[in-house]
C-alpha cells in the first residue's frame, strides 16, 4: 500500500465529519444551494476554474484530499448530484441534462471557460461537456472511466433492484465495487462512510442516475472530443478496468492515459495524492499550452452566405416503427431475449419476429396518449385474462424497468382477479413471483 493510502486514513475525520455534521461543510453563501445543482467554491477567486464531478452515490467531499493541490492554483468548483449529500432531490432524465444543469451554474456565476475533472457518473458528464460545449472546457480529465458504462440492462437491472429494495442493499455492496480488497481489508471506517453515503442517497435519484448511465453511449463521438484529455484509470478497477480506458484513450485524439497501480474504482479517495498530481499536471500543462484568443475559445463566426430560396418542404418520413419496437423491447425486457430472436433474423418465424416487434412494441408503446408505466399496468390485465404466461413473464419484467414496484404489480394481479378469475389470476402471479425474484434478487 502506497504512502497516497496513508494519505487516504488520515482524511477519515474529514470523511466522517462531512457524514456526522449531515454533509453540511457547504459554502457560506447560501445562494449558492439552490437548483439546479448544489455546488461549492474552494480556492482563490481571481483564479482559473476546475469543475470537479463527483461519482453515483458519492458526494463532493469524494474530491476533499484533492483540494489542497488543486485550489493553491485554481478555484475549485464541486457539485453534487441530484438526491446526494443532502442535495434537492430533483431527478435527472440524462447525462446530458446533468451536463445543462451544470452549464447553467457555471452560467450564472459567469464563468465561461473551465477544467473539468469527473469520476465515473462525473466523468460521463465531463464527456458530454466536452461534445456539447467544446468552446468552453479548457481541459478535461475523465477518472475511472468508459465510453459505454458495462451494459444498458445491468443499469436498469441495478434500477430495479434499488426500487424494489431500497438502496440498503445496494450501499453495502458499494465497498467491493469502489475499492480493492486491500484497501477494504485496512480501512473499514472508510468503507463504512462509503456505505452510509450511499445508503442516504434518494432512491428515485439514484434510480434515475441508473436510467442516464444505461442510456450513456459516447463510443462513436470519441473523435469529436478535442479538448486536452487525461484518462485516470485504477489498475484494480472491476468496474471500469484499464481497458476501458484504452479505449478512450484510442478513441480521443488529444488524449493521454495514467494507471493508478493497486487502486480501484473511487481512485480519488483510495489514492488520493496521486490522483491529485496527476489532476494538478495535467490542467497546470493545457492552461500553459492556451494562447487565448480575444474571445476565449470562442470560433470565428462563418461568413454569411446568402441563402438560396427556401423548397417546397419533402413529406415527412414515416417513422421506423420496427427501429423503435427493438430500443423499446431492448430497454424492457434486456438484451438478451431480444438478441436471441435477432439471431434467427433469416429463419422462420423470421418475418413473424419483425412484424411483433414492429406492431407489438413500435405502435402502441411509442404514442403519446399514456405513460409506460400505464400501458404497464393494463398489458399485465389483459396477459392475466388471456392466460398467456409467458408473455407476462416478458411484461412483468417490462413493468418492474417501467417503474412499477413489486407491491403494485401484486395488486394489480389481486384486482384483475375479480373480474378475469381467480385461477387465472394465480398463475398470472407465480409466472410473475418467478420473474420478480430474478431481477430484485429477493428470493
Known amino acids: 500500500m502506497s504512502e497516497t493510502t496513508d494519505q487516504t486514513a488520515d482524511a477519515l475525520g474529514s470523511y466522517a465529519a462531512a457524514f456526522e455534521d449531515g454533509y453540511d461543510a457547504y459554502d457560506d453563501r447560501d445562494d449558492q444551494l439552490q437548483p439546479p445543482l448544489q455546488y461549492r467554491f474552494d480556492g482563490p477567486d481571481d483564479a482559473p476554474v476546475v469543475v470537479l464531478g463527483p461519482a453515483l452515490g458519492a458526494t463532493w467531499h469524494m474530491w476533499d484530499r484533492q483540494l489542497p493541490v488543486l485550489t493553491g492554483h485554481w478555484r475549485v468548483l464541486r457539485f ?3 438526491g446526494h449529500g443532502g442535495a434537492p432531490a430533483e431527478p435527472a432524465s440524462s447525462v446530458d441534462d446533468l451536463a445543462r444543469r451544470l452549464l447553467a451554474v457555471l452560467d450564472d456565476e459567469g464563468i465561461d471557460s473551465f477544467g473539468y475533472a469527473g469520476c465515473s457518473l462525473g466523468a460521463a458528464v465531463g464527456a458530454r461537456l466536452a ?5 468552453r472546457v479548457a481541459a478535461l480529465a475523465l477518472v475511472s472511466a468508459a465510453a ?3 451494459t444498458a440492462d445491468a443499469w436498469r437491472q441495478r434500477g430495479v433492484v434499488v426500487r424494489a429494495n431500497g438502496l440498503d442493499r445496494t450501499a453495502q455492496a458499494t465497498p ?3 475499492f480493492t480488497g486491500a484497501f477494504l481489508a485496512t480501512q473499514p471506517a472508510i468503507t463504512e ?10 432512491p428515485a435519484c439514484y434510480i434515475a442516475a441508473c436510467e442516464a448511465l444505461a442510456a450513456f453511449d459516447v463510443r462513436d463521438a470519441l473523435g469529436s472530443i478535442t479538448v486536452p484529455t487525461l484518462v485516470v484509470a485504477g489498475a484494480d478497477d472491476s468496474e471500469t478496468p484499464p481497458a476501458d ?4 484513450v484510442a478513441g480521443i485524439p488529444d488524449a493521454r492515459l495514467a494507471v493508478v497501480p493497486a487502486t480501484g474504482h473511487l481512485a480519488p479517495v483510495e489514492e488520493p495524492g496521486a490522483v491529485g498530481d496527476l489532476l494538478a499536471r495535467h490542467f497546470e500543462g493545457a492552461w500553459a499550452d492556451r494562447t487565448p484568443p480575444p474571445t476565449p475559445f470562442a470560433p470565428a463566426p462563418p461568413p454569411v452566405v446568402p441563402r438560396p430560396p427556401a423548397q417546397p418542404a419533402a413529406a415527412s418520413a414515416t417513422p421506423d416503427r420496427y427501429a423503435d419496437g427493438l430500443r423499446i423491447r431492448r430497454e424492457l425486457v434486456g438484451d438478451a431475449q431480444v438478441d436471441a430472436e435477432e439471431g434467427r433474423a433469416e429463419g422462420f418465424g423470421s418475418a413473424f419476429d419483425a412484424f411483433a416487434t414492429r406492431y407489438g412494441w413500435g ?6 396518449g399514456l405513460d409506460r408505466r400505464t400501458r404497464s ?8 385474462a388471456l392466460g398467456q404466461l409467458g408473455e407476462l413473464a416478458d411484461h412483468t419484467r417490462a413493468a418492474l424497468r417501467n417503474g412499477l414496484t413489486p407491491a403494485e404489480i401484486e395488486e394489480t394481479l389481486l384486482h384483475t382477479a375479480v373480474y378475469a378469475g381467480l385461477p387465472a389470476a394465480r398463475a398470472a402471479l407465480e409466472a410473475a413471483r418467478d420473474v420478480i425474484e430474478q431481477e430484485t434478487g429477493s428470493g
Do not use: I, S
Not at 193 to 202: E, L, N, P, S
Not at 363 to 368: D, I, K, Q, V, Y
Not at 377 to 382: G, I, V
Open 80 to 82: 453534487e448530484l441530484p
Open 131 to 135: 461534445l456539447l460545449r467544446p468552446d
Open 148 to 150: 459505454r458504462f458495462a
Open 176 to 178: 467491493e465495487r469502489w
Open 193 to 202: 462512510w462509503a456505505v452510509k453515503m450511499v445508503a442516504t442517497t434518494d
Open 245 to 248: 480506458a484504452r479505449l478512450l
Open 363 to 368: 405502435e402502441p408503446w411509442t404514442r403519446p
Open 377 to 384: 399496468f393494463l398489458t399485465l390485465t389483459a396477459l392475466t
